[in-house]
């Protein structure tokens, strides 16, 4: 998919999946958000306030309360800081500015990704998929506690994060790191192969 893809997409692409965010965190990022001296990885704060039109103050849903995203990789740091910044116009008409999305719609940008997934011959996903693929490499992965990944994901409760530990597969899930060292590929080699 990252090969098929435009390269301002394949790094969206990517983030969507390194930080298993939902794409409204995303396209609400700014670049004062980012926090690259945070530990080794870097991590970014994702706000989950909402401003209202015709309100005066920031709302939050319950289920969505601040978190901070730690990376897995030394990749989302460095494609944050090549990633073009825009401008987004949300469905309520409120524009967000300087956020790591292209300049699109949700609809044209899930237009993009059927058009990748079609090219490259997998069922078609929605940029949602990106965040259940990483929260299920993360819950199946030895390496991490369910409490840990359920504050990683932003899950208000661990019964939304049993879900992951539930589901049947036909093949063990591997995680794009692994893929990509097993078979000794440079991830940022593959996004500036365009």
């Given at each position: 998919?990252?090969?098929?893809?435009?390269?301002?997409?394949?790094?969206?692409?990517?983030?969507?999946?390194?930080?298993?965010?939902?794409?409204?965190?995303?396209?609400?990022?700014?670049?004062?958000?980012l926090r690259p001296d945070y530990?080794?990885?870097?991590?970014?704060?994702?706000?989950?306030?909402?401003?209202?039109?015709?309100?005066?103050?920031?709302?939050?849903?319950?289920?969505?309360?601040?978190?901070?995203?730690?990376?897995?990789?030394?990749?989302?740091?460095?494609?944050?800081?090549?990633?073009?910044?825009?401008?987004?116009?949300?469905?309520?008409?409120?524009?967000?500015?300087?956020?790591?999305?292209?300049?699109?719609?949700?609809?044209l940008e899930n237009h993009y990704?059927?058009?990748?997934?079609?090219?490259?011959?997998?069922?078609?996903?929605?940029?949602?998929?990106?965040?259940?693929?990483?929260?299920?490499?993360?819950?199946?992965?030895?390496?991490?506690?369910?409490?840990?990944?359920?504050?990683?994901?932003?899950?208000?409760?661990?019964?939304?994060?049993?879900?992951?530990?539930?589901?049947?597969?036909?093949?063990?899930?591997?995680?794009?790191?692994?893929?990509?060292?097993?078979?000794?590929?440079?991830?940022?080699?593959?996004?500036?192969?365009?």
């Amino acid at each position: 998919m990252l090969e098929a893809a435009a390269p301002a997409r394949a790094r969206f692409y990517y983030l969507l999946y390194a930080g298993g965010f939902r794409i409204g965190e995303l396209k609400r990022h700014g670049r004062k958000h980012l926090r690259p001296d945070y530990g080794t990885y870097g991590a970014i704060n994702i706000l989950r306030t909402q401003h209202l039109p015709g309100q005066g103050e920031n709302r939050s849903s319950k289920s969505k309360q601040s978190r901070t995203v730690e990376f897995l990789s030394k990749y989302p740091t460095l494609i944050l800081e090549d990633t073009p910044v825009g401008t987004w116009m949300d469905e309520n008409d409120v524009e967000w500015t300087e956020v790591f999305f292209p300049e699109y719609y949700a609809q044209l940008e899930n237009h993009y990704l059927r058009k990748y997934c079609n090219k490259i011959g997998v069922h078609r996903v929605t940029p949602h998929s990106f965040r259940h693929m990483r929260i299920t490499h993360l819950v199946h992965s030895d390496d991490h506690e369910k409490d840990w990944v359920q504050r990683r994901s932003g899950h208000a409760d661990g019964k939304t994060t049993d879900h992951y530990t539930q589901t049947v597969f036909d093949r063990e899930p591997q995680p794009l790191e692994t893929y990509l060292e097993e078979n000794d590929i440079d991830l940022m080699d593959v996004l500036a192969a365009h």
